[in-house]
């Protein structure tokens, strides 16, 4: 509890301490027998010592013309039951008010913990070597390429390559994962994560404005700023409920009297009714519940290693009808290997190959030098030139004089070559030397670890489609397809007939539903700007995952995309208890209060125990998948 709160606290329990007995002397008629100016100041002096904040804001806000906040119901209201005798009352409404504000600000503050604990990844030092010597200086001013000694239990302050030394390293303020990594020499590390019992040198590679922890800090801190719909809409409806039943209020005080006949006797019980209508209409039930609801839902995924750019994407996940999957590095490992060469010289086709893709950082090509190198090979890039790329298709170069194409059956008949079509499980790169074919290359890549218990989750969770998109043969998709049991699979597409399926898909959805697609964030960007949410895998270092997707999925586990959607509804269930609840019970009091039925105590209940019980349903949602 902060000390601005335990000052609350305090004022709050003298004030109780003078009121109950001045309630008992009340209501046992001890106090009849003194003046009224005497009563009234008695009462005034618990109800200052508990309210005298709440007064002196809403003669400040009104002053700055704001006029209709809770402040200022809750000086109007139990002004008026001063006003009219009810001294008792106007005490309680403030104490009982001030009580509900100080548990609102305790419960904000317990879900500020969980993403606080998110910040506290930010580095405050860097141990900075030059010229032999170290020295602890601000992350701020270490350069790209200087040398930092990280110590045993220090935070990573940058991101960088191991240059000296191995660890263990836990990456679960970043991942959520709990079991640490092994680091060595030439293994890159992430700022934020803790490093374990040896010291390691690194070699920075960003400047820390650019590094993972600071681009996880901003998402986090900037995710307020996207609200929800059902959020936006509490913001408008508080901004036009408020005067609305202020003047209700007044008109209640005013035509009352007049409507029941009641002359000016019944003036004070009207003005009673009108104060008890301010008390309950206050929205502040509303106002915090729902947003704190929403905080912590991020909050709660963020303890998973998700993190959620804002609460509008919390809510828009929840409705999630279709996931579309990108095949290669978030349903497959993306680790490619030659399985097989079919050629009648392997070693003369490999030799082409390896050349033709030195010059290309595609997984494919990587593997086909992987390949060449594992049998006694050294690429040598002198022996390449005019290299050309084609997306989707493969390339074009030339190799000691000779032109070679490598790439799939699209790439042979652009070029007019004739080929022979393999049936083979895996990707193929077929082999043309001259115009004339060789053979091909089989690589295949293994089904990612969790996937088919992944999509098995999501049908669990009623999402109606899985589709798969992947840029590989019609074979290779139906094989991982059936593997996986998703709903549909489209093959053979480049990066543009990846966004015209998802927006075809788009056009088939559910109405209200809501399309998920997810990619490594690296090559995806198009398909992950374009789809109602994107969801990047992998994204732990990776400056465009974090940039171009809604949701980011820290480590590489694909199931945490049905974790995203449980805690997701968990929250929106919440929230729409939240909402039905407090204006269910606020509208009946309301009712009840303008016929005379509810007192100022009801009220009391309706605006600060429905707001406690609110606060305390939201807190739920930080214990979602703990």
């Known amino acids: 509890m902060s000390g601005k709160q335990k000052k609350i606290l305090f004022r709050i329990i003298v004030s109780a301490v003078m009121f109950v007995p001045l309630f008992v002397a009340e209501h046992s008629g001890a106090l009849d027998r003194l003046p009224a100016p005497a009563v009234f100041a008695i009462f005034l002096v618990p109800y200052a010592v508990a309210g005298y904040d709440v007064v002196k804001k809403a003669f400040t806000n009104i002053s700055h013309g704001k006029l209709f906040d809770e402040n200022f119901l809750m000086t109007i209201a139990t002004f008026g039951a001063f006003g009219v005798g009810e001294y008792p009352e106007a005490v309680a409404v403030m104490l009982l008010y001030q009580t509900g504000e100080l548990f609102q600000s305790y419960a904000v503050g317990k879900s500020r913990q969980s993403i606080a604990e998110l910040m506290d990844m930010a580095p405050e030092y860097a141990n900075l070597e030059e010229n032999g010597s170290v020295r602890r200086v601000d992350p701020d001013d270490v350069e790209i390429g200087s040398i930092v000694v990280i110590k045993p239990g220090e935070k990573i302050p940058l991101d960088g390559i191991v240059t000296e030394g191995e660890t263990m390293i836990d990456t679960s303020a970043l991942t959520g994962e709990p079991v640490p990594r092994r680091a060595a020499v030439g293994d890159e590390l992430y700022s934020g994560c803790i490093n374990g019992a040896g010291t390691v040198k690194i070699r920075t590679t960003k400047e820390y404005d650019d590094s993972t922890v600071a681009k996880i800090l901003e998402l986090v801190e900037n995710a307020g700023e996207k609200k929800a719909r059902v959020e936006s809409f509490i913001t408008r409806f508080a901004k036009y409920y408020t005067p609305a039943v202020t003047f209700s209020a007044m008109a209640l005080a005013a035509a009352g009297p007049i409507i029941s006949g009641g002359g000016l006797a019944s003036v004070s019980d009207w003005i009673m009714r009108a104060c008890t209508f301010l008390v309950v209409s206050c929205p ?111 390339i074009c170069a030339m190799v000691d004089g000779h032109s070679v194409l490598l790439g799939n059956g699209k790439l042979m008949d652009e070029y007019g070559v004739a080929y022979e079509k393999y049936e083979e499980p895996g990707t193929l790169v077929y082999v043309a030397v001259d115009g004339c074919f060789e053979g091909a290359l089989v690589i295949s890549d293994g089904i990612k670890e969790g996937a088919g218990e992944a999509i098995r989750e999501l049908k669990k969770l009623g999402v109606n489609r899985s589709v798969m998109l992947t840029g590989d043969r019609e074979e290779t998709a139906k094989a991982v397809s059936e593997a996986l049991k998703t709903d549909i699979y489209y093959a053979e597409l480049l990066p543009g007939d990846k966004v015209m399926k998802v927006e075809g898909l788009l056009r088939g959805e559910k109405k209200g539903g809501c399309l998920v697609f997810v990619g490594d964030g690296i090559n995806d960007a198009p398909v992950l700007a374009r789809a109602d949410v994107g969801i990047a895998m992998g994204a732990m270092g990776s400056d465009a995952a974090i940039e171009a997707a809604d949701i980011v999925l820290m480590d590489d586990d694909i199931r945490k995309i049905g974790t995203a959607i449980g805690i997701s509804r968990s929250t929106m269930n919440i929230v729409r208890q939240n909402i039905v609840f407090a204006l269910g019970v606020k509208l009946l009091v309301l009712i009840l209060s303008a016929f005379g039925v509810a007192n100022m105590w009801a009220a009391v209940f309706a605006d600060v125990g429905v707001c406690v019980l609110a606060i305390l349903n939201s807190m739920r949602t930080l214990n979602s998948f703990r």
Request: charged residues 25%; glycine residues 12%; contains cysteine.
């Open 284 to 394: 502040c039930a509303l106002v915090i519940s729902v947003p704190l609801g929403f905080f912590g839902g991020i909050g709660a995924a963020s303890k998973q290693g998700i993190l959620i750019k804002g609460s509008n994407y919390l809510e828009l996940v929840s409705r999630t009808d279709t996931v579309v999957f990108d095949k290669t590095g978030t349903l497959t490992k993306g680790e490619f290997r030659v399985n097989r060469i079919i050629a009648e010289d392997e070693d003369r086709l490999l030799c082409f190959a390896a050349h033709g893709e030195s010059c290309s950082t595609h997984p494919i090509a990587l593997s086909v030098m992987e390949e060449y190198i594992r049998r006694g090979g050294k690429p040598d890039t002198g022996r390449v030139s005019d290299v050309k790329e084609t997306a989707g298709h493969g």
